[in-house]
C-alpha cells in the first residue's frame, strides 16, 4: 500500500511481536502508511520499560490505555494513569516505566514510520533459541535512529 487509501485495522488483526520483555501488537506499519507513521498496542509487565534512549529520526507518543506508567522526559519523571499521553519530539532521551502491579498497556505511534521494521528484526533475535545476541540487537537498533544510553543513567 502506498498510504494514500484509507485502512481499517479491526481488533485481533494486528501482527504481533515479542521482544525486550514486551509484547507489541503493530496496528499500521509504514507499509501500509507510506512510511508517514507506525502504530501499536504495547503490553509492558509490572516493572518492565526499555533503557533510557532517544531517537534520531522518530517522533513518539504515548496514550495509557490500562495501567500506571512513569515517563522520563525533560530530566524528570511523570506518574500517569490510563487516559494521559506523553509526546517526545525526536532527539530528546526519554523512557517509560510500568510502575503498576499489572501489565500495562498503551497505544503508541511514531512518525514517520519505520519502527515496525526495527521491532520485526529485534524480536526476530529474540526469537532465537538461549539469550538474544544484545550487541546486534543493539547494532539494528542503530540502523534505525535508536539509540540507547548506559542502564546506569536511566534513574
Not at 90 to 113: D, Y
Not at 134 to 155: P, Q, T
Request: charged share 20%; net charge negative.
Amino acid at each position: 500500500m502506498s498510504g494514500e487509501t484509507p485502512i481499517v485495522v479491526n481488533q485481533g488483526d494486528g501482527r504481533v511481536l515479542c521482544a525486550f520483555g514486551e509484547e507489541v501488537v503493530i496496528l499500521l506499519d509504514s507499509e501500509q502508511t507510506g512510511g508517514r507513521l507506525t502504530m501499536w498496542i504495547e503490553s509492558t509487565p509490572p516493572g518492565g520499560g526499555p533503557p533510557l534512549h532517544f531517537h534520531i529520526n522518530d517522533d513518539e507518543t504515548f496514550h495509557v490505555l490500562e495501567g500506571r506508567i512513569a515517563f522520563f522526559q525533560n530530566s524528570k519523571w511523570d506518574e500517569v494513569g490510563p487516559g494521559a499521553s506523553c509526546f517526545v519530539p525526536r532527539g530528546q532521551v526519554h523512557t517509560f516505566k510500568n510502575t503498576g502491579q499489572e501489565t500495562a498497556r498503551m497505544l503508541i505511534s511514531t512518525a514517520p514510520g519505520g519502527f515496525d521494521v526495527f521491532f520485526t528484526r529485534a524480536a526476530e533475535e529474540f526469537a532465537k533459541p538461549g539469550a538474544p545476541d544484545m550487541a546486534r540487537v543493539m547494532g539494528v537498533a542503530a540502523e534505525h535512529g535508536i539509540h540507547f544510553l548506559k542502564e546506569g543513567a536511566r534513574s
